[in-house]
């Protein structure tokens, strides 16, 4: 079935970071803080149900309550620095754009988004070879550079184990760095050839 999306509801974002729970807001504070723009939208319909995970049978409640403070922090940052955090926007279908300035066309429950960049937080690598698989992209082992020359970056994912709040917050951030560093190589890519 071919969706018809209104193109007035059509926007442009540096990244859209799929997943408004801690990894996804983690992801957007940092990528703030590098003055990169980017839009959060609640899920991914497309994976289905978030792989479930049993890190928090093993947490101490110390570690919990640091989550959750954590998150809290977050959020205040999002409202406090005005972030694009849509947790009722789900996003319905990705696909690799014809547009050579944007890589991806983001199809949400509001309307369509085109980014150079998608960040995933809630999807097993597996869901994510078959997706890729299905637009056609075959990936070896060595995924993580693979799926980074596409511009998808991966936040909070794993097959078993959610990593820990620690974990997440590093990879928000070595995340914020590698998008940025890819604009920076793009603009100069991008002068030279003026």
């Known amino acids: 079935m071919t969706r018809v999306i209104d193109p007035v ?3 442009h974002t540096t990244t ?4 408004s729970g801690l990894s996804g807001l983690a992801v957007a504070s940092e990528l703030s ?3 990169i723009q980017s839009i959060v939208v609640d899920q991914l319909e497309l994976f289905g149900p978030a792989p479930v995970s049993r890190n928090h049978e093993f947490s101490e409640p110390g570690s919990l309550i640091e989550r959750g403070e954590i998150l809290r922090v977050l959020r205040h940052y999002a409202s406090s620095h005005s972030l694009d955090i849509r947790t009722r926007a789900k996003a319905t279908e990705l696909s690799i754009s014809p547009a050579e300035t944007e890589r991806w066309t983001i199809c949400t429950s509001e309307g369509v988004i085109s980014a150079e960049n998608i960040v ?3 999807c097993a690598q ?3 070879r078959r997706f890729l698989a299905s637009l056609g992209i075959a990936i070896g082992r060595d995924i993580m550079t693979a799926i980074r020359s596409l511009g998808i ?4 994912v794993g097959d078993a184990i959610l990593p820990s709040t620690r ?3 590093m990879q928000a951030k070595n995340v914020s760095q590698a998008i940025c560093q890819n604009q920076l ?4 890519r991008r002068s030279v050839l003026a």
């Open 9 to 11: 509801r059509s926007e």
């Open 16 to 19: 859209v970071v799929i997943g």
């Open 33 to 35: 803080r590098q003055g």
């Open 120 to 122: 995933l937080t809630r």
């Open 126 to 128: 597996s869901q994510l």
């Open 153 to 156: 970056y991966l936040v909070g």
């Open 167 to 169: 974990e997440i917050l």
């Open 185 to 188: 190589n793009d603009q100069s």
